[in-house]
């Protein structure tokens, strides 16, 4: 009995040694590696040498005021996309969950610009939005509401405005499909109660479906919300961050500051700054939630 035991057990550490190596050298070693890089001042003139500079490049981030700038973009692109993406996907999810016929070529429909490449979507929203792309033409030349061509993508605002409505039609498919699923695991028992009730349409969906699907509302407002803020592919196809840096998110200002200027250190201490930000947004939230169940 004694030597099964060892056997089992040492079954079991080769069945895990190989999982644990996989992760330290590719989780764990990254992260660790990726600290240690924030708190030196790795330049492109100092590859080898990495003098230790210690908190200095987190000094250096909240310092800049373009982090500021960015940090806000990020920020508001979050607040706007996360909660259009819910409410319309959502939206749909209820509709779809009460056709019966055609239900699944509607669902591929809704669900065909989450397979659509980033890069491919935000191309064509760029040329929708350029200075002389199709919006443009036929605000101007076909239906004669602008007296000239707007500079959607040379503005703060406009050109974020852009990248989150994209943004917004890219997820609500994906939406859609996880609270598609959510609503159909609501017991039917309980909309049978609130119809003997006189409940109507409204009152069923605040008091039986909205409740019925809370931990997927949690689940997908988390998701998103890290989504959210790692936005990069639509900022850099579509304004590229420009004007001055002015439309840039938290990725793409670190991925300038690290591969443009060569600031290895500040973009490692900004990339902790940004994963601490989520994790205390995720704690919030789900205290929310937990409070709201209380």
Not at 125 to 134: A, C, D, M, S, W
Not at 211 to 217: E, F, H, L, V
Not at 274 to 282: C, E, F, P, T
Request: glycine share 8%.
């Amino acid at each position: 009995m004694i030597q099964k035991s060892h056997l089992n057990r040492a079954q079991l550490i080769a069945l895990l040694l190989p999982g644990f190596i996989v992760f330290g050298m590719f989780t764990v070693y990254p992260i660790v590696r990726l600290f240690w890089m924030s708190l030196c001042d790795m330049r492109f003139s100092s590859m080898l040498t990495q003098p230790f500079a210690g908190l200095m490049n987190y000094r250096e981030v909240f310092a800049d005021g373009t982090f500021w700038t960015v940090f806000v973009n990020s920020v508001v692109y979050t607040l706007v996309t996360v909660p259009g993406q819910m409410a319309i996907g959502l939206f749909v999810a209820v509709l779809l969950n009460g056709i019966k016929r055609f239900s699944v070529t509607f669902r591929v429909i809704n669900y065909l610009p989450v397979v659509t490449s980033w890069v491919i979507a935000s191309l064509v929203f760029r040329y929708i939005f350029n200075t002389e792309g199709l919006l443009n033409y036929f605000l101007w030349k076909v239906l004669g509401i602008t007296s000239g061509n707007i500079r959607w993508l040379d503005t703060r605002w406009s050109g974020l405005t852009v990248a989150m409505i994209l943004g917004i039609w890219k997820g609500i498919g994906w939406n859609m499909v996880i609270f598609l699923a959510a609503l159909q695991q609501v017991p039917k028992d309980l909309y049978e109660a609130a119809d003997i009730d006189g409940c109507g349409a409204w009152k069923k969906f605040v008091y039986v479906t909205l409740p019925g699907i809370k931990g997927t509302i949690l689940f997908a407002l988390i998701e998103l919300t890290i989504g959210g803020f790692n936005v990069f592919t639509s900022i850099k196809m579509i304004t590229g961050g420009k004007p001055a840096h002015q439309t840039d998110t938290l990725l793409t200002w670190m991925y300038y500051k690290a591969f443009s200027t060569g600031q290895f250190g500040y973009a490692a201490a900004l990339s902790f700054v940004m994963a601490l930000s989520l994790g205390l947004l995720a704690i919030v939230q789900f205290r929310m939630m937990r409070n709201r169940d209380a």
